[in-house]
């Protein structure tokens, strides 16, 4: 390991045991207890029950020299958090070694361990503790946290009073003012007003430059790891897949972000989707190509394929099919083939869209595949001052703007 | 960022003294070190848990006098009256209630602890500090609780014309035997709950079967022949050594109950701290 790196990262892996092994109530584990005994004496009782294994982290190595502020980027589910938990010691790993060379606070949440019916007061002092700073340490910078947070006047309420802006506003500033060596945030920035948000990243890009923090920073959000963060590791099913500058790794993130998801016949007497995909390269550009496969034992006339694009959260956006193409939509019949869809320029703001896709022919629909693929789409407009998602939606319409006067 | 004391700089020493080594099955070398640097988050934790406590009650601090009054008015009349069992000189009421002080604080503290860890799920998988703060933090609110029920002690103590003698000088030390005898049962449970779920349901069970076969309504003077089987209930030579400190005269001092106590409270602390140790890795994966 390199001697000056604050933190080096050796192999480290981690295994989840899913299902049927994990004994959630003392019958079970009693029960199995029985069966393991029984198989001791008799034939075997039964086949032994399968142990499903997930690995969240496969074998990742990388080292964090002292001072840097590393992006981690990835898909969901590529094992980001895990390593968050891992290297904040929540969670231990299954292999590997971890080994890091200072004071670590880590923010996996916001306001972790507030308690409701205490005021913001007392709050800041236990959420200051669990995150690892002294009582001493807390009152000298009290006033700062207060001061930060703008919530002076409701300081001595309860925090369950508290409006959801002002909660996240009084958490972060008590994060903010942390002072560790390390320290891992993991998408928390992804709260309150836009404003504030921008306080908060001003926090974070002030408290790095001073040059001997080392931060790891976990976000969906390319704008602020551009301007935060100087390298980057990418992480995808739970391997790390590459390491370097910030930028490179962004793009050669956002290049090959490529969603396919194939499926088996339910049935060979029905027509069904073979297979979806949203094409890497054209997100890279701002295009969303969305490819279909389809089989079918008889000709559809013409295959006709549904998308309805989805939020974040699931709610419908847009959606959209062959039917309603009309005229545009003027294919011979085919029994197997993959439709194509795009949209160039898709007025959508950057964020993690899911698809839900439909079979049918003119008549009738035969198949659908609900919420199958989510993919990351980065809108090649950029807004300096925009608000956060949740506030204006994901849709980018070009609205002409114009004053008139009286 | 102008705090006027910076934080001790981090040095170009080649081991840094945070330095934190993360390995699969690697005993923590700082774990009682790390305990040691968390020590202000016991006391959050515990103020926290006493301040909740009572919020949005009418009666507050009031509801931990009613059971105990309610508990020894019922004792009184059943052993006392009914039963007609000899209280060795003692007003019964006062017998009942130094039984029911040791009794209470005990059970506080070990349902607290043996609830602890679930009832903080969401701390414990979403930030590191050592585990162990969260049981040891719920034994401060049994002992709030205690001091209340001990102060109403005194006053009744007071009515029925007792003053203090030496023997209360000795009282912490039981308090403590009290307390640790919770604490160990209570890492076993609560590391096993956090698997488990049964053993939510086992420790209040226990807890029932407990005031039966716990000298709780009577004094252990009645049963001579079978002292030395309630002996084996830990919490038996506790309440013995409260009425000890607690009515002063007419008690013996039962040593081998108190031995017992202790004894059994030490085999369940050791080896509790082993089994949570052992298991609080995994804690943020199964809760």
Known sequence: MAADSIISVEGVSKRYVIGHLVDTTLRDRLARGARAAAAWFGPRAGPSRSREEFWALREVSFEVPRGQVLGIV??????????????SRITEPTAGRVTMRGRVASLLEVGTGFHPELTGRENVYLNGAILGMYRAEITRKFDEIVAFSEVERFLDTPVKHYSSGMYVRLAFAIA????????????VLAVGDAQFQKKCLNKVSEVTRSGDRTVLFVSHNSAALQS????????????????????????????????????????????????????????AQGRIEVAVGFKSPFPLSPPVVGITLLSKLGQPISGSNGRMAGAAWVVPPAQSGVVVAAIDAAPLHSDTYRLSVYLGDAAMD????????????????????????????????????????? | ??????????????????????????????????????????????????????????????????????????FTFVFGKLAGMSAGGVPYPLL?????????????????????????????????????????ASLGVALIDFLVVLGLYVCVSLWFGRVPSWHWALLPIFIGVALVLAFGAGLWFTALTVKYRDFRYIVPFLIQIGVFISPIGFSTGVLPTWRKLLDLNPVTGVIDAFRWCLLSDGQPFDEHG??????????????????????ERTFADVI
């Not at chain 1, 990835?74 to 290297?87: E, F, I, M, P, Q």
């Not at chain 2, 108190?258 to 298991?279: N, P």
């Open chain 1, 176 to 187: 903010a003012h942390l002072e560790p060596d390390i320290l891992i945030v993991d998408e």
């Open chain 1, 366 to 406: 035969y198949d659908q595949k609900l919420d199958v693929v989510d993919f990351d789409f980065i809108s090649p407009r950029f807004y300096p001052q925009m608000p956060p998602l949740q506030s204006i939606g994901p849709v980018d319409l070009q609205w002409r703007w114009s004053l008139r006067p009286d």
């Open chain 2, 1 to 74: 960022m102008s705090g006027p004391p910076a934080p001790p700089p981090a040095g170009a020493a080649l081991r840094h003294p945070y330095e934190v080594v993360i390995e699969a099955g690697r005993p923590s070398l700082n774990y009682w070190v790390d305990l040691w640097r968390y020590r202000d988050l016991l006391g959050f934790l515990t103020l926290r848990d006493i301040k909740v406590r009572y919020k949005q009650t009418i009666l507050g601090v009031g509801w931990a006098l009613i059971q105990p009054v309610v508990t020894t008015v019922i």
């Open chain 1, 228 to 283: 935060i963060c100087s390298a980057g590791i990418w992480m995808n099913q739970g391997k790390l897949v590459f390491q370097g500058p910030i930028n490179d790794c962004l793009a050669a993130y956002l290049q090959t972000g490529s969603q396919r998801a194939d499926f088996a016949a339910p049935s060979k007497d029905k027509p069904h989707i073979t297979s979806v995909e949203v094409d890497a390269r054209a997100l």
């Open chain 2, 258 to 279: 108190i031995v017992c106590s202790v004894l059994i409270s030490s085999i369940l602390t050791f080896s509790g701290l082993w089994y949570f140790r052992k298991m």
């Open chain 1, 74 to 87: 990835g898909r969901n589910g590529a094992g980001k958090s895990t390593l968050l938990k891992v290297l």
């Open chain 2, 96 to 136: 009942v209630l130094a039984g029911l002080l040791p009794w209470q604080l005990f059970t506080a503290a070990l349902s607290g602890s043996s609830a602890s860890l679930i009832s903080n799920a969401q701390l414990i998988s979403k930030v590191y500090f050592p585990r162990l703060m969260i049981p040891l």
